[in-house]
């Protein structure tokens, strides 16, 4: 089964996050050491894997019919912000030290995300939304 051109997007997106990597630990390390680089890390990997599976949801039930875009759409990021917040819940219930720079990574990581999308979205050609170019 061959996905859509929509995945192509996540590769640029996983680089991002992978060069976020280093940062992001440094920060964490300097504001709660050790607890601190693997909340960062975490964070930064919470994100990626939601981002990734989501688009890659969208993009399996793209091939069965493109009608059910939408509706996948929306479970998969409801199914996102539900993960999120489990993890959230359960570090804070965990008192653990690597929780703020597990929430600051995750913010990070979420505009990172989107910039590379709109980035992507606005370099892609839409072919059924851009004029044609006419020779005569």
Do not use: C, N, Q
């Not at 993009?59 to 998969?76: I, S």
């Not at 489990?86 to 990574?105: C, E, I, N, T």
Request: proline content about 4%.
């Amino acid at each position: 089964m061959k996905l859509s051109r929509r995945v192509r997007m996540v590769r640029p997106s996983l680089i991002t996050s992978a060069f976020l990597a280093v940062p992001l630990a440094v920060a964490g390390g300097i504001w709660k050491g050790l607890p601190g680089v693997i909340g960062a890390l975490v964070g930064l990997l919470i994100v990626a894997v939601m981002f990734t599976a989501s688009w890659y949801a969208i993009a399996w039930v793209e091939v069965w019919d493109v009608r059910l875009v939408l509706p996948a759409g929306m479970m998969a990021y409801t199914f996102k912000i539900i993960v999120l917040m489990a993890a959230l819940l359960v570090a804070s219930r965990l008192k653990w030290d690597g929780l703020h720079p597990m929430v600051a990574s995750v913010a990070v990581s979420i505009v990172a995300w989107l910039t590379v999308l709109m980035i992507w979205g606005a370099r892609a050609r839409f072919p059924y939304v851009e004029e044609e170019k006419h020779v005569e």
